[in-house]
């Protein structure tokens, strides 16, 4: 079955405990991108990855890093997380840029207290 | 940086009911891509329309783009419960781009 995964779902930390959220797919796709998701605010892209070791910033990169080895994971880090990073984030993953379709994971809820 | 607009934040509706949803850019899309999530779930995309004025039919959904590629709407027919979710609306360019969302509840 195509999909997208990401582990953990659920995520309650303490503010500056380094983590990592995983995603990966099993569709070759060359194009994987994280979003975070407020109430009101609607989904804002952090990082994206055109295809392995090319990476760039989205609209809110700050306090987040990424990294692309492999084609199929994207692997979301918070170096020291703060409260204000408390949100839903999506990792999600296309053939390309452009119109294609976007395919979403099923979201990490993330808690930073 | 392009702003998307959508319209109205909420809306609740009795099942058999018609809705429409707005969208509205503040710059010409490049394309528009709409999507639904389902809580506990990531966007799942229903359409994408590229073409100036171009209409799209999914089921009871129906999709419009503007002539000037600034807005689109999304009109469902005879809503049902399992149409509850919230609806997105996108600019797919060299990176995806949304707007807020429009909460749409369908009440048995």
């Known amino acids: 079955e195509a999909q997208v995964t990401q582990n953990p779902r659920y995520l309650i930390t303490v503010t500056g405990k380094k983590l990592t959220v995983t995603c990966s797919q099993n569709?070759?796709?060359?194009?994987m991108s994280w979003y975070r998701q407020d109430p009101g605010l609607g989904l804002r892209q952090i990082y994206y990855?055109?295809?392995?070791?090319?990476?760039d910033k989205g609209d809110v990169p700050e306090g987040y890093k990424v990294s692309r080895k492999e084609k199929r994971n994207f692997p979301l880090i918070l170096e020291s997380p703060s409260p204000n990073q408390t949100s839903l984030y999506f990792c999600?993953?296309?053939?390309?840029?452009?119109?294609?379709?976007?395919?979403f994971g099923p979201g990490t809820r993330l808690t930073v207290t | 940086t392009q702003l998307l607009e959508q319209s109205p934040q909420f809306l609740s509706i009795q099942e058999g009911e018609n809705l429409t949803v707005y969208c509205n850019s503040s710059?010409?899309?490049?394309?528009l891509q709409w999507y639904r999530q389902e809580p506990g779930e990531g966007p799942v995309l229903l359409v994408t329309?590229?073409?100036?004025?171009e209409v799209k039919k999914l089921k009871r959904l129906t999709f419009q783009f503007g002539d000037a590629r600034k807005d689109s709407s999304l009109h469902i027919t005879a809503a049902q419960t399992g149409d509850t979710g919230l609806y997105l609306c996108?600019?797919?360019?060299?990176?995806?781009?949304f707007g807020a969302g429009t909460t749409v509840t369908v009440r048995a």
């Open positions: 996108a600019d797919n360019d060299y990176k995806l781009s």
């Open positions: 710059s010409v899309f490049s394309s």
């Open positions: 990855s055109m295809n392995v070791e090319v990476t």
């Open positions: 569709m070759n796709h060359e194009y």
């Open positions: 329309v590229v073409t100036g004025g």
């Open positions: 999600a993953s296309s053939s390309g840029q452009g119109s294609y379709e976007q395919y």
